[in-house]
Nanobody, 121 residues
Framework: VEVLESGGGSVQPGGSLRLSCVVS????????MAWFRQGPGNERKFVSG????????YYDDSVKGRFTISRDNDKNTVDLQMNSLKPEDTSVYYC???????????????WGRGTRVTVSS
C-alpha cells in the first residue's frame, strides 16, 4: 500500500489550500483515513479523520470550522480543504490509513511522506 500526498505550499494568513492523498493498492474503501501534522521538534498530531464510508468525520478543535475532510472511494482519494489558514497551521501534513476505525493517536499502518504547508505573510 502506497500513500502519496500532494497540494502543500505557501499561503498568506487567511488563505486556502487543498491537500490530496491517493492510496494505491489495498482496499481503500475499507480504510479509515486521517491527516496528521508535525512541526519541527514536535510530535505528530491528529488534524482530521474520516470513516471508511465517509459518513463520520472528526476534527481537532484547532481546525474545526476551517478544515473539511472528504473522500472518494471510487478514486481512492482523501482530501483536506483548509480555509482561513493561520501561521500556526504551518507544518508538514501526513496522510494515514488504517484497517480499523478512526483514532486520534498515530496508530495507523500506512503513511505518506508528508507535504509541507507554510502560512506566512
Amino acid at each position: 500500500v502506497e500513500v502519496l500526498e500532494s497540494g502543500g505550499g505557501s499561503v498568506q494568513p487567511g488563505g486556502s489550500l487543498r491537500l490530496s492523498c491517493v492510496v494505491s493498492e489495498g482496499t481503500f474503501s475499507s480504510y479509515a483515513m486521517a491527516w496528521f501534522r508535525q512541526g519541527p521538534g514536535n510530535e505528530r498530531k491528529f488534524v482530521s479523520g474520516i470513516s471508511w464510508s465517509g459518513r463520520n468525520t472528526y476534527y481537532d478543535d484547532s481546525v474545526k470550522g476551517r478544515f473539511t475532510i472528504s473522500r472518494d472511494n471510487d478514486k481512492n482519494t482523501v482530501d483536506l480543504q483548509m480555509n482561513s489558514l493561520k501561521p500556526e497551521d504551518t507544518s508538514v501534513y501526513y496522510c494515514a490509513a488504517r484497517s480499523s476505525i478512526v483514532t486520534t493517536r498515530p496508530n495507523y499502518g500506512y503513511w505518506g511522506r508528508g507535504t509541507r504547508v507554510t502560512v506566512s505573510s
